[in-house]
C-alpha cells in the first residue's frame, strides 16, 4: 500500500537522476510581496555531462537545448525541482481536452488551475553562456514570477488534493500526520517576504525513520541543502524547511551535488551552438537585473502634497 508521504514527496520532488551537471549552482530570489512578483537569477557553473567522458550524450544535448527553445530551468541541479515551459503548457492541454481519464476530478480541477498560472506568470531569459574563472562553461537565468501568491496557493490546494484522494487509511505515523494537515487546511509552502518556507508535519524523527528506511538517496543530499542556504527549523511535531529572512533584501542559496565530478565534455557543444562569451561578468548581470526589477516592481508611497 502506497503511503501519503510518497505521494507528497513525488508531487514536490523529481526522481534523483541528472544528465546534466554543475559543478556549483547559486539561485538569488528578492520578493515583492506589494507587486506580488518574484524573480530569481540563476548561476550554473562548471555545466558538464555526467554520462561520457569525450562529448554529451544525445539527452544531455537535448536538455541544454531545452533551456533555451523550452524555457527549462532548474532548482537545486534539478533533482528538487525543474520547471518547463513546454511540458507544463502540453500537460496543461491534455488536462483541459479531459484526458487521463484516471485523475480525480479534485485533483484535475486543482492541476489546471496550478498549470495555467504558471503558463500565464512565468518568464524566464535564458543566456548567456560564458566561462567561469576556472575556464569552465558556464550560463545564466533570469526568471520572473508574476502572482506568486496565487500560484503557491494552488500549489497547496494540489498538494491537500493529492493527499485527500487516497482513500486507504494512514499506514505508518508520518502517514497520518499529513492527512490530518491536509483535512485542516494548512499549508505546505510558504513565502512571507523573503523567507521560503516548507512544512513537514512530522517529527524529525519519524521523517527520518521514514526516509532512512525508504529513500537513503535524499538523505545523503540534506548535508549539502544545509550548506547551500536552507535551515531546518524542528518544534512542536513539525519540521520546516526554509531559506532566507522575511526582512532580508534578498535570499541567496548555493548547492553543490555530492560527488559530482566535473568533465570538460560540454564546452565544444555550447560553444559550437550558443557560443562562450569570455569577458561576461555573472556578478554585474544580477546587479543590473535586480536594479531593473527594483524599478518595476517595487511600489513606494506617494509623496504627501
Not at 555545466?47 to 569525450?54: L, R, S
Not at 500560484?151 to 485527500?164: F, G, H, K, Q, S
Not at 548555493?254 to 560540454?266: E, G, L, T, V
Request: aromatic fraction near 10%; charge should be positive.
Amino acid at each position: 500500500m502506497k503511503s501519503r508521504w510518497k505521494i507528497w514527496l513525488a508531487a514536490v520532488l523529481l526522481p534523483l537522476a541528472s544528465c546534466i551537471d554543475f559543478d556549483t549552482q547559486t539561485l538569488v530570489y528578492r520578493h515583492y510581496p506589494a507587486s506580488d512578483v518574484l524573480v530569481m537569477f540563476q548561476n550554473y557553473e562548471g555545466i558538464h555531462g555526467a554520462k561520457k567522458a569525450d562529448g554529451l550524450a544525445q539527452k544531455e544535448i537535448d536538455q541544454l537545448t531545452s533551456v533555451f527553445e523550452e524555457s527549462r530551468t532548474f532548482f537545486f541541479s534539478n533533482w528538487i525541482l525543474e520547471f518547463n515551459a513546454a511540458k507544463v503548457r502540453a500537460e496543461l492541454a491534455q488536462l483541459r481536452a479531459g484526458n487521463n481519464a484516471d485523475i480525480a476530478p479534485a485533483i484535475r480541477k486543482a492541476k489546471i488551475v496550478l498549470l495555467a498560472l504558471l503558463v500565464e506568470n512565468v518568464a524566464i531569459q535564458s543566456g548567456p553562456f560564458y566561462l567561469n574563472a576556472a575556464g569552465r562553461p558556464s550560463g545564466v537565468q533570469r526568471i520572473t514570477v508574476r502572482q506568486i501568491s496565487k500560484i503557491i496557493t494552488a500549489a497547496n490546494v494540489l498538494l491537500r488534493e493529492e493527499i485527500l484522494a487516497k482513500p486507504e487509511p494512514p499506514v505508518d505515523v508520518f502517514d497520518k500526520a499529513l492527512l490530518e494537515h491536509a483535512r485542516a487546511k494548512r499549508d505546505f509552502i510558504a513565502l512571507n517576504g523573503q523567507r521560503l518556507e516548507v512544512h513537514l508535519p512530522a517529527s524529525w524523527n519519524v521523517i527520518w525513520a521514514t526516509l532512512n528506511g525508504e529513500n537513503k538517496t535524499l538523505l545523503e543530499f540534506i548535508p549539502a541543502v544545509l550548506a547551500g542556504g536552507f535551515e531546518f527549523d524542528v518544534r512542536h511535531n513539525r519540521v520546516t524547511v526554509a531559506a532566507g529572512r522575511a526582512d532580508a533584501n534578498a535570499t541567496t542559496l548555493r548547492f553543490s551535488i555530492p560527488d559530482s565530478k566535473y568533465q570538460p565534455n560540454a564546452a565544444g557543444f555550447l560553444e559550437e551552438k550558443y557560443g562562450l562569451q569570455k569577458q561576461f561578468d555573472p556578478a554585474r548581470a544580477q546587479r543590473e537585473f535586480f536594479a531593473e526589477s527594483d524599478r518595476q516592481y517595487t511600489k513606494r508611497t506617494p509623496a504627501k502634497p
